[in-house]
């Protein structure tokens, strides 16, 4: 029992951790910030390790042309994916926050711009529209096994 409550104790602090950092992510560009591809992979590959228990899947880089990257992917592949799809503008990362029963979304941004804010947000809509819809297929499966059917 004490390895469970260690565990749930480490889970709330992370999760905690997790939600300052989408806050601080939301906030507005005062200017773009200079990351090199391997910083923004760096940065990608942080994150995705200090969150590893929240993520559904894994983060992921958004590149100019909508392109993602996933954080498992190796880095050398990421780096010609950069660059034949252009540098990364961003950060996308869906998260389901056990103690506070949601999911929730981490949009970086690395460029103040309206199109890259754009592509970000995209990305973010679309991952989100897909959990939405894969968590119904569950329920219905749940329902159709309440019912028999």
Same mark, same amino acid.
């Given at each position: *029992?004490?390895?469970?409550?260690? %565990? *749930?104790?480490?889970?709330? =602090? $992370? /999760?905690?951790?997790?939600?300052?950092t989408?806050?601080?992510? &939301?906030?507005?560009?005062?200017?773009d910030?200079?990351?090199?591809?391997?910083?923004?992979?760096?940065?990608?590959?942080?994150?995705?390790?200090?969150?590893?228990?929240?993520?559904?899947?894994?983060?992921?880089?958004?590149? /100019?042309?909508?392109?993602?990257?996933?954080?498992?992917?190796?880095?050398?592949?990421?780096?010609?994916?950069? /660059? =034949?799809?252009?540098?990364?503008?961003?950060?996308?990362?869906?998260?389901?926050?056990?103690?506070?029963?949601?999911?929730?979304?981490?949009?970086? %941004?690395f460029r103040?711009? /309206?199109?890259s804010?754009?592509?970000?947000? %995209?990305?973010?809509?679309?991952? $989100?529209?897909?959990?939405?819809?894969?968590?119904?297929?569950?329920?219905?499966? %749940?329902?159709?096994?309440? &019912?028999? $059917?």
């Amino acid at each position: *029992m004490l390895c469970y409550g260690n %565990h *749930m104790a480490d889970l709330a =602090a $992370t /999760e905690r951790s997790l939600i300052r950092t989408m806050a601080g992510a &939301s906030r507005p560009l005062d200017a773009d910030l200079p990351l090199s591809p391997l910083q923004a992979i760096d940065r990608l590959q942080k994150f995705d390790i200090k969150f590893r228990e929240c993520w559904v899947g894994w983060p992921w880089l958004v590149l /100019e042309d909508r392109y993602t990257l996933p954080a498992n992917m190796p880095v050398h592949k990421m780096l010609d994916e950069i /660059e =034949a799809h252009g540098n990364p503008i961003g950060i996308v990362g869906l998260a389901l926050l056990p103690r506070s029963k949601r999911y929730a979304v981490l949009q970086m %941004h690395f460029r103040k711009d /309206e199109k890259s804010k754009k592509t970000v947000e %995209h990305s973010a809509k679309v991952a $989100t529209e897909i959990l939405a819809a894969r968590i119904r297929q569950i329920q219905n499966l %749940h329902e159709q096994g309440k &019912s028999g $059917t």
